[in-house]
């Protein structure tokens, strides 16, 4: 099943999903994860361009227009599930961690 295989997102999976919160394509995807993680989060394209097709396949986003090339994409009811899970988790962690510290 799916969801055993997405139960913790890596961070490139996590913000391929939060950028696809609008139509992008991949170029767009990486500068956008580049600039919102200041350059902490670099993700090359053999990384994106097989997650982008193995979050196709689980049904986590569809692609919306192709120009040659160029695909677009944009995050499915099911992708946000799936994000929304990984941002519950995160928050689980900075609350124990907040806890301790």
Request: charged share 30%; glycine share 6%.
């Amino acid at each position: 099943m799916a969801r055993e295989k997405y139960k913790t997102l890596t961070e490139q999976m996590f913000y391929i999903l939060l950028c696809l919160n609008e139509e992008r394509c991949g170029i767009d995807i990486m500068a956008l994860v580049s600039k919102m993680t200041e350059g902490r989060v670099v993700i090359g394209p053999g990384t994106l361009y097989s997650l982008l097709a193995d979050f196709v396949k689980e049904g986590f986003i569809i692609e919306t227009a192709v120009e040659g090339r160029k695909r677009s994409y944009i995050i499915t009811e099911n992708g946000k599930a799936i994000l929304k899970e990984e941002f519950n988790r995160l928050e689980c962690l900075v609350r124990d961690y907040n806890k301790v510290i």
